[in-house]
């Protein structure tokens, strides 16, 4: 079984500051790990994803996250918020395994002026 | 270009009636899933069809949930006899692929649903 936690519900940083959100997992088999956006009335679009390749991934927008396989964790950081970032953010996990593909509750980046 | 789009965006139901999403998938796409979002809470899965297949519908809650893909292209996903516990975005995404891995699919803007 697997499954995902994002440690902060809410995030708030001001504008050109660094952007820390949380994510913990947890997986019986090799895990893919995705960070993916959700803007307000928009689709929820894919920032970057960890398939079992290079632990340090990079994203679109200047998004990474790094895969630690020790503390079970993937977080996501970008070195500088932009106003733009302001979004619901969710850490998914699935596995080959049994393709069971499950989402965190997210954690909503507020961009301070 | 067209991505996936969904119909109506916000419906508001009475507790009991019944009603009827849509998705419009990106043309040509095979794979097409619908997720459920509570408030607050991340989208979970609800089901899937491969053309007009519906090969996996574990994550659908009651019997009250019902979705469709006729022609293996638009889906409906009914709801009958709603209760307040429905009320969620509805979320629809495609895939071009057989099976469509996560990172695979475009996402629609959703449909909330709010039940009184």
């Known amino acids: 079984a697997q499954s995902v936690t994002q440690l902060d519900s809410h995030v708030s940083v001001s504008e050109g500051t660094p952007v820390l959100l949380r994510c913990n997992y947890s997986s019986s088999y090799s895990p893919s790990l995705f960070w993916y956006v959700q803007h307000p009335n928009k689709g929820l679009q894919l920032l970057l994803k960890y398939t079992s390749a290079a632990t340090l991934v990079k994203g679109i927008n200047g998004f990474e996250a790094e895969f630690k396989k020790s503390e079970t964790s993937f977080h996501l950081t970008k070195p500088s918020a932009h106003m733009s970032d302001a979004a619901e953010y969710f850490c998914v996990v699935t596995t080959n395994r049994d393709d069971k593909i499950i989402f965190g509750k997210g954690t909503r980046l507020h961009i301070l002026p | 270009g067209a991505g996936v789009s969904q119909s109506p965006r916000y419906k508001v139901a009475k507790r009991g009636q019944d009603v009827a999403l849509r998705c419009d998938p990106i043309s040509g796409h095979v794979s097409l899933f619908w997720y459920q979002q509570a408030l607050g809470q991340g989208p979970e899965f609800l089901t899937y069809f491969q053309n007009e297949a519906q090969l996996d519908k574990s994550g659908l809650p009651s019997d009250r949930f019902f979705a469709e893909r006729p022609e293996g292209s638009v889906s409906t996903l009914k709801i009958q006899r709603t209760q307040q516990e429905d009320s969620a975005v509805y979320l629809c995404?495609?895939?071009?692929?057989?099976?469509?891995?996560?990172?695979?699919?475009?996402f629609g803007p959703g449909t909330r649903l709010t039940v009184l």
């Open positions: 995404a495609s895939s071009s692929k057989r099976g469509g891995g996560l990172d695979e699919q475009f």
